[in-house]
Nanobody, 119 residues
Framework: QVQLVESGGGSVQAGGSLRLSCAASGVILTINRMGWYRQVPGKQRELVGFVTSGGTTNYSGSVKGRFTISRGNAKNTVYLQMNSLKPEDTAVYYC?????????????WGQGTQVAVSS
């Protein structure tokens, strides 16, 4: 069983910053990539960005240049540094990991953390 636990959401004014953290635990051989998605009510979950095991990052156009994803020294952790936040960044943010175990590769999700940006 693999679990992803997120922390760091909250409320901030436009232009401010927040940092989200996500830690994966369980029987993990390796994590191919780890990253973040977000979702607002009535809309599909959308990719924010991810980082691969090799350190390559990929961001959606709406956050590129403002958000930074990085992996912790433990390699099973990922961070999302969000700067210059805008009201349209308001959403529930979900951590995602593509995990390799002894028997299969599977996608795992965190429980979600709310980010609210006021104008």
């Amino acid at each position: 069983q693999v679990q992803l636990v997120e922390s760091g959401g909250g409320s901030v004014q436009a232009g401010g910053s927040l940092r989200l953290s996500c830690a994966a635990s369980g029987v993990i051989l390796t994590i191919n990539r780890m990253g973040w998605y977000r979702q607002v009510p009535g809309k599909q979950r959308e990719l924010v960005g991810f980082v691969t095991s090799g350190g390559t990052t990929n961001y959606s156009g709406s956050v590129k240049g403002r958000f930074t994803i990085s992996r912790g020294n433990a390699k099973n952790t990922v961070y999302l540094q969000m700067n210059s936040l805008k009201p349209e960044d308001t959403a529930v943010y979900y951590c995602h990991a593509e995990v390799v175990t002894a028997t299969f590769i599977s996608d795992y999700w965190g429980q979600g953390t709310q980010v609210a940006v006021s104008s």
